[in-house]
């Protein structure tokens, strides 16, 4: 007789990953919750009375080829950190309050133990944010995934006053750039990182490398910052004309996508600390600096732009709300019109 488990498929190591999960995903319920984790859909109340007009704003994104340093290192506590701040952290942009979070994992051997690491960690992301772990989805997949290896997805949902949604459209020039620190790679440019790092420099993951106290593997695996809780509090007290996730792409790519018609963000190298794993990909690898700059976040994880004669009151707030900010840039008027990011070294 052939059975579910012998063609790959745990039901019960499935049963026992929900039995552990639950009471971490309740851990981060808010009072709109209704219902219980393990029904067919997440149940969530929108009160009207918090709103007017209120718009839900959504995103999903994925870990990335992080999780490979995270398989090698047989590590998996700090990449579901990593999968919420990649999704509430693109919600803010539009001034968006991340209300519940929903996370999809496939695998290729469901092992509970590693399942349950992997869910404190979306759940400890989620109570970084403020949002509810809801729901989500384990599916073990044989013969799909290589053994040991799994992936990551990962669904937010949040809202915010149609009136108060932020577009970017309110930038003018003379609006001055403000940087929040990242904490070093975050979720991008693994692929680049690891082909120089693991594959080119040959570098053992419990290798240290030059000026540096921590070793490769804990670098790499450092959790992605979420930027939730002191960018709605900016958002509340100043006059915030627009935000950016810098994700993929880096400030090359993710400034301009917030940015009017006619405008573009000039930024000013050398006005932050860049953590030392930056220098260190570009030596080892021979990577050129704008090829850096068009990879890697350099050091800034977020970008938040209001007028310029706010920015220091707008730094010092941060810097109580336990960010590390920098004022890193202005806008400018663009006369080919299309938004875009223009370099310089050092201040001005």
């Avoid at 047989?74 to 539009?94: E, F, K, P, W, Y």
């Avoid at 929040?180 to 570098?203: E, K, M």
């Avoid at 792409?249 to 050398?270: D, E, F, K, S, Y």
């Avoid at 810097?319 to 806008?331: M, P, Q, V």
Wanted: charged content about 20%; aromatic content about 6%.
């Amino acid at each position: 007789m052939t059975t579910y488990r012998q063609a790959g498929v745990d039901i019960a190591a499935g049963d026992e990953v929900v039995r552990r999960i639950r009471p971490l995903a309740k851990s981060t319920f808010r009072p709109e919750v209704l219902g219980d984790i393990g029904s067919f859909g997440g149940l969530f109340r929108l009160g009207s009375e918090r709103f007017v007009d209120p718009v839900l704003v959504s995103g999903t994104d994925g870990v990335g080829t992080k999780l490979k340093v995270a398989f090698l290192m047989d590590r998996h506590d700090t990449v579901g950190i990593d999968l919420v701040a990649m999704c509430v952290n693109d919600i803010i942009v539009s001034g968006a309050e991340p209300l519940f979070f929903l996370d999809y994992l496939a695998v290729g051997e469901l092992v509970v133990d590693k399942g349950e690491a992997i869910v404190k960690g979306i759940a400890e992301g989620c109570r970084q944010a403020g949002c509810a772990l809801i729901g989500g989805e384990t599916a073990e997949l044989p013969s799909f995934y290589q053994s040991g290896e799994y992936d990551l997805a990962g669904f937010a949902v949040g809202v915010v006053e149609r009136a108060n949604i932020l577009s970017g459209e309110n930038i003018q020039p003379g609006d001055a750039v403000i940087g929040l620190a990242s904490s070093g790679l975050h979720s991008n440019g693994f692929s680049l990182a690891r082909r120089v790092l693991l594959d080119q420099g040959a570098l053992p993951l419990e290798s240290t490398l030059p000026n540096m106290n921590e070793t490769v593997g804990e670098i790499l695996l450092k959790p992605t910052r979420i930027y939730v809780k002191p960018v709605m509090e900016l958002i509340k007290e100043f006059s915030v004309h627009g935000l950016a996730h810098i994700t993929g792409g880096g400030l090359t790519g993710n400034v301009p996508r917030v940015l009017p018609h006619g405008c573009l963000a000039h930024i000013h190298r050398g006005t932050w600390e860049v953590p030392e794993i930056f220098p260190q990909i570009q030596s080892l690898g021979q990577v050129e600096e704008e090829e850096m700059f068009r990879v890697f976040n350099m050091g800034i994880g977020f970008v938040v732009i209001v007028p310029s004669d706010q920015a220091g009151k707008v730094m010092a707030r941060a810097k109580d709300l336990g960010e590390t900010a920098f004022r890193i840039g202005h806008i400018d008027k663009n006369p080919q019109g299309t938004p875009c990011v223009t370099y310089s070294t050092g201040g001005g």
